[in-house]
T-cell receptor, first 114, second 111 residues
């Protein structure tokens, strides 16, 4: 069984630019959640996708958007990047309805906005 | 609004001793709690969980205790090993089934 894969691992962008981060979910999982982890903080929930639709959103502005594809992989898009968007972005996949909620996390994408 | 709080950013213990990591929460509607362990350059990995209908769950060297009246849970690691050195996150499942994390506690186990 393959785990969660995120790409790229590191990325440097300039303020105002747009970025797309990618996530391949674990085999057998149908739900993808995205988290932002700022330095010294815990992961903050951005949004979750299930059956290619957004299924819950945290306290993030609309310039954070996402997609889920039929193969359950997902993208996180951030427009008009700000310096405060610099963080580790984590993707987690899960199987909806599974006991203990079975979240499997990827290693993350480290985004630096300069 | 930090609904899950880990007030100790770091903890240092001697190998073989007990490590106790604490977590407080504010939302009494949380009904499931998890602990995750995170090494640098890796994603969080699931460690142990507890349902709100229980007050203790044990898995090998790891035990989680839940005190619902105090809205407090703790993770005990006995005996602590150098390989346990990592950042530990407490998390709760909210009504929408989403993970809400604490800020994390960095555990250092010294030989």
């Amino acid at each position: 069984e393959t785990g969660v894969t995120q790409s790229p691992t590191h990325l440097i962008k300039t303020r105002g630019q747009q970025v797309t981060l990618r996530c391949s979910s674990q085999s057998g999982h149908n739900t993808v959640s995205w988290y932002q982890q700022a330095l010294g903080q815990g992961p903050q929930f951005i949004f979750q996708y299930y059956r290619e639709e957004e299924n819950g959103r945290g306290n993030f502005p609309p310039r954070f958007s996402g997609l889920q594809f039929p193969n359950y992989s997902s993208e996180l898009n951030v427009n008009a990047l700000e310096l405060d968007d610099s963080a580790l972005y984590l993707c987690a996949s899960s199987l909806r309805g599974q006991g203990n909620y079975g979240y499997t996390f990827g290693s993350g994408t480290r985004l630096t906005v300069v | 609004d930090q609904q899950v709080k880990q007030n100790s950013p770091s903890l240092s213990v001697q190998e073989g001793r007990i490590s106790i990591l604490n977590c407080d929460y504010t939302n009494s509607m949380f009904d499931y709690f998890l602990w995750y362990k995170k090494y640098p350059a890796e994603g969080p990995t699931f460690l142990i969980s507890i349902s709100s209908i229980k007050d203790k769950n044990e898995d090998g060297r790891f035990t989680v205790f839940l005190n619902k009246s105090a809205k407090h849970l703790s993770l005990h690691i006995v005996p602590s090993q150098p390989g346990d050195s990592a950042v530990y996150f407490c998390a709760a499942i909210n009504q929408g089934g989403k993970l809400i994390f604490g800020q994390g506690t960095e555990l250092s186990v010294k030989p």
